[in-house]
């Protein structure tokens, strides 16, 4: 079964017309519902820039939830839709993950992308993008934080929030004993909870196998561009 993809609007042309769209999409976000109570199936997403050029890879991966491996891989060149700004990655990235997304065979339970969900400036990363894009639960997980945070005790499931004025927005997460945390929020159709709780489950090491997994795919592809 293919990914059905949503019309989210117009590509965004300026930096404004970007902000306006994540202004206008940020309502639609579910930050409540349960996630995947059987999770089968979990893809990862991840773009890789080619030094010295505009030209990206986009790479996905659907692993088994269970034993990790491999169920289908994607990966498509393009080039970046705008050159990158802080809080505007989808502008860089969606066109080329939108064109990976669509080659996709399988629908996976879960989306793992490699950068922020409503930890974000208008509380409406690129996680939340690929959320309402698909139509399935979405995690960010992003490698640096988003917003400040006070460090996690060492052990493997410790958490501190990020938290924005009032608004929890985010964890920082270990997912290995003393080893940094990664930065978990999400995206669209999961709770938080939830969301640290299959992060969790997917990590053998730092990152979550599905993130691992898409970076090598797109770093890769990206070399033979």
Known sequence: MHVHLHDLGPTPATLDDAAAQQERLRPL???TAPGPTDLRTAAGIDVAHHDGTDEVVAAVVVLDATTLRPVETRTVRGRAGHPYVPGFLALRELPVVTAALEELEHTPDLIVCDGAGVAHPRRFGLACHVGLLTGVPTIGVAKSPPLPFEMPKPA????????E???VVGRALRTQHGVQPVFV???HRIG???ACEHVLRLARHRLPETT???DRLARDAALRV
Do not use: F, I, N
């Open 29 to 31: 976000v579910d930050t």
């Open 156 to 163: 493997r499931g410790s958490w501190t929030p990020q938290v």
């Open 165 to 167: 004025g009032d608004e």
């Open 185 to 187: 929020s999400v995206g």
């Open 192 to 194: 938080l909870d939830a």
């Open 212 to 214: 691992r997994r898409a």
